[in-house]
């Protein structure tokens, strides 16, 4: 499965080298699409510099802030238009653990619609996956039941198997 990994910079020149680093490495299949929104500090010209050095990383410059949602969109719009089978949003700002994408994309490979979070002390993170026909929710430890389009969904981790 080819994924493209999304991420919307705004000053984050500090954090880009390294979690472009370990998004390469997670998976051969991953590439990384940079939307950056004229970053004061530096970040698009590093992103620049990274995409450079590898054709799995790409970036847009933006003219000014524009926000995050648009910065998605304009990711998501390239993400189709290259043909990607997956779609991965991350923030920059190391918040999203790259390390848990196999686990995500394994989950994206029967389902249009992965989210990612941590159940417990750091609920809050998620990373979202958007392929295929049906809707699956994955979360990374603990069963969930969530709501999803008026179907709810009983989500149990590997080591916790639902009813």
């Given at each position: 499965m080819h994924a493209l990994v999304v991420v919307p910079t705004y000053n984050e020149r500090?954090?880009?080298p390294d979690l472009v680093s370990?998004?390469?490495?997670?998976?051969?299949?991953?590439?990384?699409?940079v939307v950056d929104d004229g970053s004061p500090d530096g970040t698009g010209?590093?992103?620049?510099?990274?995409?450079?050095?590898?054709s799995?990383?790409?970036?847009?410059?933006?003219?000014?802030?524009?926000?995050?949602?648009?910065?998605?969109?304009?990711?998501?719009?390239?993400?189709l238009d290259s043909g990607c089978d997956a779609v991965v949003q991350m923030d920059a700002d190391l918040s999203h653990r790259p390390q848990d994408l196999p686990r995500v994309l394994a989950a994206a490979a029967s389902a249009d619609v992965v989210v990612g979070g941590a159940v417990g002390e750091a609920v809050g993170?998620?990373?979202?996956?958007?392929?295929?026909?049906a809707v699956?929710?994955?979360?990374?430890?603990?069963?969930?039941?969530?709501?999803?389009?008026?179907?709810s969904f009983h989500v149990s981790s590997p080591a916790q198997p639902g009813p």
């Open positions: 500090h954090n880009l370990q998004l390469l490495a997670v998976d051969a299949s991953l590439d990384v699409f010209e590093l992103a620049a510099e990274l995409a450079r050095r590898t799995r990383v790409a970036v847009l410059h933006r003219e000014g802030k524009q926000g995050l949602g648009t910065a998605y969109v304009a990711g998501f719009r390239h993400a993170d998620a990373v979202g996956v958007l392929v295929g026909e699956a929710v994955g979360v990374a430890a603990g069963p969930v039941t969530l709501n999803v389009a008026a179907r």
